[in-house]
């Protein structure tokens, strides 16, 4: 009899309500806090975390077609969200046919990333800055002008939703007020 004890679930920002990791499991997986990335860690500690259950029963094959299928129409509709692979089980174990390949490709032409043409202020630009130092993914890698171009190309067209830029937009004032809190509760702190 095959397992069925697999799930996918997805992580939202607790602040923000929005999602930002989407997961397969099973068992007590779902809510565990260690094995995760750098990002998805500094989010948590950030702003929290909660989870739902979008799946369930499901066996190991369809719990990864599952993830799959949810890490990408969460990033088609421009969420950004923090999971390394496209899912499927440590992202390489699924192995793609030359026609799928093919369909991603046309699928994904014309996308454009969300900062593409954003002005972005400098206490923002911190805040992304800070998101990801300790993140040595890429750390001394070289890309060839052809793959700089490549992933170029494969970005342009995508656009954020107002709701999009509203949530994102409350999310740092909600950020730079409990950090204005903060620190008059350290200079009050000091007075005394």
């Not at 909660?50 to 990864?64: C, G, M, P, R």
């Not at 992304?128 to 002008?145: A, H, P, Q, R, Y």
């Not at 939703?161 to 509203?166: A, F």
């Not at 007020?177 to 007075?191: A, F, L, P």
Request: glycine residues 8%; proline residues 1%; aromatic residues 10%.
């Amino acid at each position: 009899m095959e397992d069925k004890s697999y799930y996918v679930y997805i992580h939202y920002n607790k602040l923000t309500n929005e999602p930002f990791y989407v997961g397969k499991g099973k068992g007590y997986r779902m809510n565990k806090k260690y094995g995760r990335n750098n990002d998805w860690k500094k989010i948590v500690s950030q702003f929290g975390f909660y989870v739902k259950l979008i799946a369930e029963n499901l066996t190991n094959s369809d719990a990864n077609k599952t993830e799959i299928k949810y890490i990408k129409e969460l990033r088609d509709n421009g969420i950004l969200l923090v999971n390394k692979t496209s899912g499927g089980g440590s992202g390489g174990s699924i192995i793609f046919t030359e026609e799928h390949k093919k369909n991603l490709s046309v699928a994904l032409k014309g996308k454009n990333t969300w900062s593409k043409n954003r002005k972005l202020s400098n206490a923002h630009k911190e805040i992304l800055l800070n998101c990801i130092k300790g993140n040595t993914n890429n750390k001394g890698k070289k890309f060839s002008e052809e793959h700089i171009k490549k992933l170029s190309e494969s970005h342009k067209g995508h656009k954020q939703s107002d709701e999009q830029k509203r949530k994102k937009s409350e999310s740092l004032k909600e950020y730079y007020r409990k950090k204005r809190e903060e620190k008059e509760n350290t200079k009050n702190n000091n007075i005394f």
